[in-house]
C-alpha cells in the first residue's frame, strides 16, 4: 500500500529540523504529528516563520519526539500490508521520516526502507498549490495518484 509523506521542516538545508510529518494512505487513514521538542524558532527561515508556523494546529498534534515516534510506529504497525512511502521531496521528508521512524536502530519490519519520488510517477491530476501545512499536503499529493481519495479540509 502506498503511503504519502510530507514533512514541514526549518529551512531548505543539510541542519533541517523535522516540525511536523504527515502521511496518508491510499485507504484513507491519516497520521499527523507536530514535535514539541526538536526545532527552535531561531533555527526557522524567514519562509518557515511566515508561512509555515502560524499554520501550525497545536493542541492534541504537538508531541515530545519520543511519543511523536511512538505514535508513528503504532500508525505504521496497524497496516497488515507492506507499505510504500511517496514524497514529493525524498532528499528532506525521507530523511526526516527515517529519523523518527527508526526505533533503537530498527526498521518499521512493514515498512520498505527507501521512497518512492512522486515526481516519477503519473499522476491521475495534477492536484492543487501546496499550503505549505504536512497534513493537507499529504493529503494533496495523496489525492494526485489515488482516485478514491478526495482532498479533505481543516480538522
Known amino acids: ?29 491519516e497520521f499527523y504529528v507536530e514535535l514539541l521538542d526538536a526545532w527552535k524558532e531561531e533555527d526557522c527561515s524567514d519562509f518557515v516563520k511566515e508561512i509555515v508556523l502560524p499554520q501550525l494546529w497545536g493542541v492534541s498534534y504537538i508531541r515530545p519526539t519520543i511519543e511523536a515516534r511512538s505514535a508513528l510506529l503504532e500508525f505504521l504497525a496497524s ?52 499550503p505549505h501545512h504536512a497534513l493537507l499536503d499529504a493529503r494533496i499529493i495523496a489525492s494526485m495518484f489515488t482516485k478514491s481519495n478526495p482532498v479533505k479540509g481543516l480538522p
Open 1 to 29: 500500500m502506498r503511503v504519502y509523506l510530507d514533512c514541514e521542516f526549518t529551512k531548505l538545508s543539510a541542519a533541517a529540523k523535522l516540525i511536523s510529518l504527515a502521511l496518508v494512505a491510499e485507504d484513507g487513514r
Open 79 to 130: 497496516f497488515d500490508e507492506v507499505l510504500e512511502i511517496v514524497t514529493d521531496a525524498p532528499q528532506y521528508d525521507w530523511e526526516l521520516f527515517c529519523e523518527l521512524a527508526y526505533d533503537d536502530g530498527k526498521w518499521p519490519q512493514n515498512v520498505r526502507n527507501y521512497p518512492t519520488d512522486a515526481t516519477t510517477l503519473d499522476a491521475t491530476s495534477d492536484g492543487v498549490p501546496l
